[in-house]
Every structure is written in structure tokens, then in C-alpha cells.
């Protein structure tokens, strides 16, 4: 047992370096030379794959969160190598370091006066990718853009989402090209968005095209500039230095929607000037305090002596698990805080796929949202306080808003918003989802895809999100401004579209359960939504309400069926609506109302009806946006829990040298959907929380040592050091907080 003092260090220490990363930091000891081998770096906005390649090449490809192509791809921004002469990483000493505390990649090659050295980061607080290199004084340094995209080509291998899927209605995919353009002293290259078909047929297949909406495609430029100190131009692509010990590359990178080559180029240079005014040390000092901020406010670290197999071999499970929470949450943070959400599939850190055309623009699905998907990366935000990193998410689908109210009238002649599951970052539906004819030419005046044709509940989970915004920061002007206007329009739509039944209650038909169900009565995810921010918001502070919303929630809250249960070998349990037919999928629409609708769950109500749809589901599985191990967590099934997290931490894609480019499951890789789910996994088995009730430790394992810090409700922060089967430590901030937690029977305050 240990004594008092002995535990008192262990706190001590616990807070001095509980926030550090270090041991989570990636480093490898060879180059790779290939983006398979990329690390991942970002600012938020623009993002780097980078690797090191044994010819003698640094490469690297550039990416941003708005840089949409004129068939609304995700295109990359493009690629730069830079060439070390001599050769300084074959057969010799090598270092590559992914330092996760400040943001940076560095670079260590050779001994004594030959080594040399790169730091590489991505300034947190400016657009803008720094290359720092400490050579040799007549090393040969040559920087230079390689754009691929080189002249108009057709691409052929499209993929479900793409603009011109249905290309005898849409035309075919043109990529137009990079351009090039002479400035002295600095490259310059950039793409410039064309007006094609696609985006305007779209929107006249779905009665949308008067609703006014301008082409958000259409002369939108993005680009690249790139300026060397002690850098000479060789070319208008490439840069050269003969010699010096210390030399810098920076690349500015920029969108502009709408521009021209000069106004482009102008805003630029305007960002370069107001860049140049801050000294290069006071930049760096910037850039690592906001990393340093970033992983002071949320931590989990795990300790345990059990062992898992990884695509690396064996490997030590707190290890496994404390990595893959970490890298993730940096991943997030490299693509979460620019213009538009994370991409599910691959976020801006997509690299070749092999056998199809455009390189690393390839992303499996394709450029749309698909919301099931969509919503994953951002479900762990709140409890780690990443809140401004929802701002984007929450956003495009408020911009969206006006777009879904007169697609609501123009499909049903009634009011309210209808948010679908599958669109473009616009607000209209998916191509070859919606099908070839005029919405006038159709029996049922939407999409022709059966997979989501009735699959309503993205309004319904994103209000929910942004009621979690609200509840954790108490940002009162947030939810009287957009959460409450927003949920208004969600709640209408189904109170308008859905006649009652002999009951009075509101009758869900048609209607389908997630993609799994197609017919359906009463369909779970919807009905359970419904309960549940109908709950929140009459909880609320009244005078935040509108006069309509009052009552709405008063006509709404009492026809709304009861969430659907069902009796399988002599035990009820959630079912996925009160009738269903034609399964189609493998999700889980049962346990909606547990997550992300949380009605069902530990110290609530008849949880043996969740935990007995919970053992019946099938299939099973801990990968991708499969959420088993949310709900065993929630459920309070501890060691069901503990398998799924384990078996989702040591599964990334064994073709990838970064251990948390997830895949390829259902999404591709890097796969953003599987990783958002160990987050929040790995949260809820160590806090849950219902209003102002905080439970700690509801289902994690016994043998497992952790120190972490999260986020409650009531901009509350909870710091706990749990070892040995005791809490050794906790500190909740605010104090008087304190008294709202809850503790499993078994657990013991030292």
C-alpha cells in the first residue's frame, strides 16, 4: 500500500506532466518515401502529409478545408519537394519526430559537422507552412512545386457523392489546371474554378434553383505562394540555395471565393506583409503556446500491464490506448477550425490511391457530407472543451437552414426544415442520390436512393449537439441565436409532415431507421430525437424560448408516440421502430435513444431494455462509425467496453506508417469516423453526464490506472487520478461543483 507521501508525489507529478504529450510522440528511425508514410500535420485549416524519403527528398503534400475544385472535390492545394544535395539520409543516422506539444515535425539526419537539421510547423495562428533547415554550409538545398494537375483532364473513376456521378445528365468530371504565374522571388501557383453544369443542374433537378443560391464553386481560386530566404529562382516552379548553415522556406497558402489571379495574389501579399511584422521568434513562441493551451485543456492517460497486437506487434495496452486517444485529438485539431467540417473520409490528409486518377484528390465517397458519418469526429468535443472546433460544423448546416426550409415547401407544401442525410457542403442533395429526373416528374418529390430516402434524423442529432455547446459553455447568445431557431425549424418539420394516428400520436410513416430498416412505422432514431430535445428544451431557461417554440413544445410534447420496444425470446428490449422490414445495413438504430439520444443509460429508467437490445444487436463489431463501444460504455457494461476500445485503438490501417490513419473499414483512410468514436468511447467510460449529475468511472475497467482531465456541463472541469481502485486525486473546478458527483459502489476516495 502506498503511503501518504508516496501518493502525495505521485499527484504532484501527475499535474506537473499530465498535460505533456512526449510520450505520445511519433518518432521513426528511417525514412519512408511514400505518402503512405506521411506524419500529419495542420493549423486548423491547412494541412501537411510529410515524408522523408532515403533518395534525398523532403516531400510534402499541402491541403486545405475550402479548397473546393469546380466538380466540388476536397482538392489538395498541391505538392512541394524539397531535395538535399548531398544525399543526407542514406545509410546514416536518421531521426523524424512528430513533437505533438508544439506542433512540429523535425528532421535529424547525419553526425557532427554533417548532420543536418528541419523543423517543420504550420503556423496555429497564420496560413502559413514554415521549413527551418540548420546544414552543412555548401549543402544544395532545391524547393519546388510539383503540380499534377498539369491540363484539362475527364476523370472516369468517380465515386458516390461526385457532382457529375450521372454524367449523361451532368456531362462528364472535368478537372480543369494549375496555373503557374511569374512573380519575382517568390513561386507562385494556383487554381481557378471555372463555371460548369453540375452545381446549376443540381439544384433544377430538386426545385431549388429559384431559391436564388449563388455558385459557391465558381471563381473560387486556391493556391500557394512560396518565398526562400537565401533561395534564388531557378524557374517559375522552383527555388535553389548554393549554401548557407541556416535557411527558411514559408508557404502561404489561401482561398479566395470569388476572385481573380490578381486580387488572389493581392490578399496574399497582404497576408505575407501583416505575417512579416511579427519577428519569427515571437511567431514560433505563438504557435507553440497554442498547442501547449490546446493540450492543457484535456487529457486522458492510461497505465496497465496487459498487452494487444497492433500492426506494430505487440505493444503495451495503456500505451496502445493513451496514443490513439492523443493522435486523434491532434488530428482533429490539424482540420477542425477551418471554413468547413472535417471530412469523415480521409480529412485533409487523404494521400495516392493506387489506380485512379487525380492522386492524392482521390477520397473514397467522394466530396459530400454524409451526416451519419459527418458528425463522428465532433461527438467528443464538449467533454475535451474543443468547442471552437464545432463552430464549423454547427455553421455550414446553419447556412444551410433558408435552403432546407424551401426545400421542405417545395417537396410537401408545408413549413418547418428537412435536413437529408447525404449533401454538399451547399445544402442540396447528392447526384446520383437524387436520380436523373425533375423533381416535377416525380410520384414522391424526393431523392430516388432508397439507402437514406427516409432517413431524417441529422436536424434532430445536430440540435442535440448544439444543446451539448450550450450546456457546457452556458453561451446563452448561442442558443437564443442559432441552437433554439434551428431546433424550431427541425421540430416543425415532423410536427407539419406527420398526420396523427386513433391514439392522437403522431404517426412516423413512411419512414426507415437509419440506413438498415427501409420500411418502417414509427422509426427509433426520429421518435427517440424528437423525446429528447423536446426533454432539453423544455428544460431550459424560459425566456430564451420564442412565443412559437413554447408552443410547438407544448403541441409536440404530448403526440409524440413512445420510443418503440419490442419482446425477443421472452425479453422486451428497444426495438428499431414499432414495425420495420427490409434490412439493408449493419447499424445498430435500436440503441438511438441511448446515443446519441441519451434517455436510456446508467441511473435512468428501464435500462434493461437498452442493455438487452444492446446483447441482441447484430452484427457486431468495434471499427469505423460502428458505435458498439459508445453504447456498451453508456450502458455502464465495463468490460464490453474495454474489448471495443482495445480492438478500435490497435486497428489502423497496416498500410500506413502513422498509427492513427484509421482503416480502411468502411471509409477509406484515413478514416475520421473511427477514430471520432474511440474519443468519445474512452470519455463516457470515465464521465458521464446528465444535466448537472456527474458520474465518474461508470464503466471503466478495475485494473486500469488513468489521470485524465474533461469537461461537464456548467463549464465544469473534472482533473481525477485513479490507481490502484482508488481516486488518489480529484479537482473540480468550479468547487461547489463537486457535489454532483457520482461514484460506482465499488470505488473508494482515498
Known amino acids: 500500500m502506498r503511503s501518504k507521501i508516496s ?37 486548423g485549416d491547412i494541412g501537411i502529409n510529410f515524408w522523408v524519403e ?83 554550409e555548401k549543402t544544395v538545398i532545391t524547393a519546388k512545386t510539383e503540380i499534377w494537375r498539369t491540363k484539362a483532364d475527364t476523370i472516369d473513376d468517380l465515386e458516390a457523392s461526385d457532382l457529375n456521378y450521372i454524367p449523361e445528365i451532368y456531362g462528364p468530371t472535368i478537372i480543369q489546371p494549375d496555373y503557374t504565374m511569374y512573380v519575382p522571388g517568390k513561386i507562385v501557383w494556383y487554381h481557378l474554378n471555372p463555371e460548369v453544369t453540375g452545381f446549376r443542374t443540381n439544384l433544377k433537378l430538386q426545385g431549388l434553383n429559384d431559391f436564388g443560391l449563388e455558385n459557391p464553386l465558381k471563381d473560387r481560386i486556391f493556391g500557394a505562394v512560396i518565398i526562400g530566404d537565401k533561395f534564388e529562382i531557378s524557374d517559375v516552379k522552383t527555388f535553389y540555395s548554393k549554401g548557407g548553415k541556416k535557411r527558411d522556406l514559408s508557404i502561404y497558402v489561401n482561398t479566395q471565393h470569388p476572385s481573380t489571379p490578381e486580387q488572389w495574389l493581392s490578399s496574399v501579399d497582404k497576408i505575407i506583409e501583416g505575417y512579416n511584422k511579427i519577428g519569427k521568434a515571437e511567431r514560433f513562441k505563438l504557435h507553440i503556446d497554442w498547442w501547449h493551451k490546446f493540450w492543457e485543456r484535456s487529457w486522458i492517460n492510461i497505465s496497465c500491464n496487459d498487452t494487444v497486437t497492433t500492426p506494430n506487434g505487440i505493444e503495451n495496452q495503456g500505451k496502445v490506448l493513451t ?31 493506387e489506380g485512379m486518377d487525380g492522386f492524392a484528390d482521390f477520397r473514397l465517397w467522394g466530396p459530400g457530407y454524409w451526416w451519419q458519418n459527418s458528425r463522428l469526429p465532433y461527438i467528443s468535443m464538449p467533454a475535451s472543451g474543443d468547442f471552437e472546433m464545432m463552430v464549423p460544423l454547427f455553421n455550414m448546416y446553419l447556412a444551410q437552414l433558408p435552403l432546407a426550409k424551401y426545400r421542405t415547401n417545395v417537396a410537401f407544401n408545408h413549413a418547418g426544415a428537412l435536413f437529408p442525410e447525404c449533401t454538399y457542403f451547399w ?5 446520383i442520390t437524387w436520380g436523373p429526373l425533375y423533381i416535377d ?55 407539419q409532415h406527420y398526420k396523427t394516428d386513433n391514439n392522437g400520436y403522431l404517426k412516423f410513416e413512411p419512414s426507415q431507421a437509419l440506413e438498415t430498416w427501409w420500411i418502417c412505422t414509427n422509426s427509433t432514431p426520429e421518435v427517440a430525437g424528437l423525446h429528447y430535445i423536446v426533454e432539453k428544451v423544455k428544460s431550459m431557461p424560459q425566456y430564451l424560448l420564442s412565443d412559437n417554440l413554447k408552443e410547438l413544445i407544448a403541441k409536440v410534447d404530448k403526440i409524440l408516440p413512445p420510443v418503440p420496444v419490442m419482446e425477443v425470446d421472452n425479453k422486451k428490449m428497444l426495438a428499431p421502430a414499432e414495425k420495420f422490414a427490409d434490412y439493408n445495413n449493419a447499424e445498430a438504430p ?55 476500445v482495445l480492438e478500435r485503438a490497435s486497428k489502423w490501417d497496416k498500410e500506413f506508417r502513422f ?91 482515498y
Not at 501527475?14 to 500529419?40: C, H, T, V, Y
Not at 557532427?112 to 533547415?133: C, L, M, R, S, T
Not at 445544402?427 to 447526384?431: A, I
Not at 449537439?465 to 421540430?491: G, H, R, S
Open 323 to 353: 496514443r490513439g486517444y492523443a493522435l486523434q485529438r491532434f488530428v482533429n485539431a490539424c482540420a477542425g477550425r477551418g471554413k468547413y467540417p472535417i471530412k469523415f473520409n480521409g480529412s485533409i490528409f487523404t494521400v495516392d490511391y
Open 590 to 644: 435500436e440503441l438511438y435513444p441511448v446515443f446519441p439520444f441519451k434517455l436510456y443509460g446508467i441511473g435512468k429508467p428501464d435500462i434493461d431494455l437498452a442493455t438487452n437490445a444492446y446483447y441482441n444487436r447484430n452484427p457486431k463489431g468495434s471499427f469505423g462509425w460502428r458505435q458498439d463501444d459508445i453504447f456498451a460504455a453508456l450502458l455502464g457494461l465495463a468490460s464490453e467496453a474495454k474489448a471495443g
Open 427 to 431: 445544402g442540396s442533395v447528392f447526384s
Open 441 to 495: 416528374d416525380k410520384e414522391e418529390r424526393l431523392q430516388k436512393s432508397r439507402w437514406h430516402k427516409y432517413e431524417w434524423v441529422c436536424g434532430l442529432e445536430l440540435a442535440s449537439m448544439m444543446y451539448d455547446y450550450y450546456l457546457y459553455t452556458n453561451d446563452e447568445k448561442f442558443a437564443k441565436d442559432n441552437f433554439l431557431p434551428f431546433t424550431e425549424q427541425v421540430i416543425l418539420f415532423f410536427e
Open 54 to 136: 532515403d533518395s534525398g527528398n523532403i516531400c510534402f503534400y499541402l491541403s486545405k478545408t475550402d479548397s473546393w475544385g469546380e466538380n466540388a472535390r476536397l482538392l489538395k492545394i498541391g505538392k512541394v519537394k524539397i531535395n538535399i544535395s548531398p544525399n543526407p539520409f542514406k545509410n546514416t543516422s536518421f531521426t523524424q519526430i512528430l513533437n505533438l506539444n508544439d506542433g512540429t515535425i523535425e528532421v535529424k539526419a547525419g553526425k557532427g559537422e554533417e548532420q543536418v537539421n528541419f523543423i517543420v510547423w504550420v503556423d496555429a495562428n497564420n496560413p502559413v507552412v514554415q521549413i527551418e533547415a540548420e546544414t552543412p
Open 659 to 749: 498509427p492513427a490513419f484509421w482503416g480502411p473499414n468502411y471509409d477509406g483512410t484515413p478514416d475520421q469516423s473511427h477514430g471520432g468514436v474511440l474519443l468519445k468511447s474512452l470519455q463516457v467510460m470515465l464521465l458521464q453526464c446528465d444535466d448537472k449529475e456527474i458520474r465518474l468511472l461508470p464503466a471503466w475497467p478495475k485494473d486500469w490506472d488513468v489521470d485524465f482531465k474533461l469537461r461537464a456541463p456548467y463549464n465544469t472541469i473534472i482533473e481525477v487520478s485513479y490507481q490502484q481502485n482508488k481516486i488518489v486525486r480529484l479537482k473540480v473546478t468550479p468547487e461547489d461543483r463537486a457535489k454532483d458527483i457520482i461514484l460506482p459502489d465499488f470505488m473508494k476516495m
Open 7 to 43: 501518493i502525495i508525489i505521485l499527484c504532484i507529478v501527475l499535474q506537473l506532466n499530465a498535460f505533456s504529450q512526449e510520450r505520445n510522440d511519433i518518432i521513426w528511425d528511417s525514412p519512408g518515401n511514400s505518402s503512405k508514410s506521411s506524419m500529419p500535420l495542420g493549423n
